[in-house]
């Protein structure tokens, strides 16, 4: 059956403080790394290691995932904007990670906290590959709470409406999502099966799933 993607991207309020989803899929990933991790270390995955290290090591991660993904993204995906306003870096509310730039920012941590420790490198980075599809699987997760990263339009039964999905990529001759007058609107036809010809692939669960788990 086609859904329609309507899920409330903030989980809770606390105050003026809005708790994202997101954010908590972050969090989910990062414990996820620190209990596979401390499994690893009691196995002996990384000899010479021992639980102080590898804190030390998921802080650094942790520094590498959110640092490198955030600066990737502006430099990939909004260059133009951060040369006009620099402080736009530090606005993590408003969205906006790249997993290249956590990537290269993990690979960054890694190589650092390799050359503290007086370690090879690749030893390191063979501990930590089997802790990355399990954040991996909670920030796809993430993606289709937030109604992003979603693929093509599709026919299929198990498609997903995105009322806020960018429309340049809209089939000649559909109205834009934006043009319906409101939510109850959207609800409305959405009911009548009138945008049925809106659903698109739901490819972050499709990635969560090959990727992560």
């Known amino acids: 059956m086609i859904y329609l993607h309507d899920?409330?991207?903030?989980?809770?309020?606390l105050g003026p403080i809005k708790v994202h989803w997101y954010g908590i899929m972050y969090l989910l990933g990062f414990a996820a790394a620190w209990w596979l991790g401390r499994v690893r270390i009691r196995a002996g995955r990384l000899p010479g290691?021992?639980?102080?290290?590898?804190?030390?090591?998921?802080?650094?991660?942790?520094?590498?995932?959110?640092?490198?993904g955030?600066?990737?993204?502006?430099?990939?995906?909004?260059?133009?904007?951060?040369?006009?306003?620099?402080?736009?870096?530090?606005?993590?509310?408003?969205?906006?990670?790249?997993?290249?730039?956590?990537?290269?920012?993990?690979?960054i941590a890694g190589w650092w906290w390799t050359r503290k420790h007086r370690l090879h490198f690749?030893?390191?980075?063979?501990?930590?590959?089997?802790?990355?599809?399990?954040?991996l699987g909670f920030g796809r997760l993430g993606n289709f709470i937030g109604g992003e990263l979603f693929g093509k339009f599709t026919h299929a039964g198990w498609?997903?409406?995105?009322?806020?999905?960018?429309?340049?990529?809209?089939?000649?001759?559909?109205?834009?999502?934006?043009?319906?007058?409101?939510?109850?609107?959207?609800?409305?036809?959405?009911a009548a099966g009138l945008l049925n010809q809106y659903a698109r692939h739901p490819?972050?669960?499709y990635e969560a799933l090959l990727e992560g788990w």
């Open 7 to 13: 899920i409330d991207p903030v989980a809770f309020s």
């Open 49 to 68: 290691v021992d639980m102080n290290g590898f804190s030390d090591l998921l802080f650094y991660s942790m520094l590498g995932v959110v640092l490198g």
């Open 70 to 107: 955030r600066i990737g993204y502006m430099l990939f995906y909004a260059s133009a904007e951060w040369l006009a306003n620099p402080m736009i870096l530090l606005r993590v509310w408003e969205g906006g990670m790249s997993f290249h730039g956590g990537l290269l920012g993990v690979l």
């Open 122 to 135: 690749f030893d390191t980075i063979d501990f930590v590959a089997p802790l990355v599809p399990l954040g």
């Open 159 to 190: 498609g997903v409406i995105f009322p806020h999905a960018p429309l340049k990529d809209v089939p000649a001759g559909l109205p834009s999502m934006q043009q319906l007058m409101s939510a109850a609107q959207i609800q409305q036809d959405y």
């Open 203 to 205: 490819s972050q669960l």
